[in-house]
T-cell receptor, first 111, second 114 residues
Framework: DAKTTQPPSMDCAEGRAANLPCNHS???????VYWYRQIHSQGPQYIIH???NNETNEMASLIITEDRKSSTLILPHATLRDTAVYYC????????????FGAGTTVTVRA | KAGVTQTPRYLIKTRGQQVTLSCSPI?????VSWYQQTPGQGLQFLFE???????NKGNFPGRFSGRQFSNSRSEMNVSTLELGDSALYLC?????????????FGQGTRLTVV
């Protein structure tokens, strides 16, 4: 199973881009990368996921390196409401999937 | 539309007892998965149910079990509680399943075992 590591914390200025790294150096070619965030006392919220290509949605962009050993979640214009713990998760395919959860990065957006 | 509802929100149990937690998914979602979250171990996958069948399970002892009803509501049971079972238990629902695939999480049930 892929081992997923994230930095424990990072600060970001409001209005600036936040770049959150995730290392999954043992990932296999068919394993997906997911990002969720958890705001204090709430359940995790889905952000984005990808396999090989970079992905973008209304919340964020996901950049996966060509060798797929790491990825970066980009919050383009961080707001105070983006303060949360961000989790990187690797999932194997099919119904008997395995999940490898990162320990999470606590992102604090400062005014 | 209504989100994922977990009941109760807080629970205190004594070691050796058993507990049942409930999860009502978003209407139309057939997949419900359960997770345990602790400060030491982080998020861990317990199991997933899809259309009343357990489709996948994580690496937890048999004391942890679940079921899903025909209306997609799910229950999770933990028997012979241990102090280490104290955790936030989260459930998530999705259309297609496979755990974290575009899943919507409830706020969780905070279980404290004393």
């Amino acid at each position: 199973d892929a081992k997923t590591t994230q930095p424990p914390s990072m600060d970001c200025a409001e209005g600036r881009a936040a770049n959150l790294p995730c290392n999954h150096s043992t990932i296999s070619g068919n394993e997906y990368v997911y990002w969720y965030r958890q705001i204090h006392s709430q359940g995790p919220q889905y952000i984005i996921h990808g396999l090989k290509n970079n992905e973008t949605n209304e919340m964020a962009s996901l950049i996966i390196t060509e060798d797929r050993k790491s990825s970066t979640l980009i919050l383009p214009h961080a707001t105070l409401r983006d303060t949360a713990v961000y989790y990187c998760i690797v999932r194997t395919p099919f119904n008997d999937y395995k999940l490898s959860f990162g320990a999470g990065t606590t992102v604090t957006v400062r005014a | 539309k209504a989100g994922v509802t977990q009941t109760p929100r807080y629970l205190i149990k004594t070691r050796g007892q058993q507990v049942t937690l409930s999860c009502s998914p978003i209407s139309g979602h057939r997949s419900v998965s359960w997770y345990q979250q602790t400060p030491g171990q982080g998020l861990q996958f317990l199991f997933e149910y899809f259309s009343e069948t357990q489709r996948n399970k994580g690496n937890f002892p048999g004391r942890f079990s679940g079921r899903q009803f025909s209306n997609s509501r799910s229950e999770m049971n933990v028997s012979t509680l241990e102090l280490g079972d104290s955790a936030l238990y989260l459930c998530a629902s999705s259309l297609a399943g496979r755990g974290v695939t575009e899943a919507f999480f409830g706020q969780g049930t905070r279980l404290t075992v004393v």
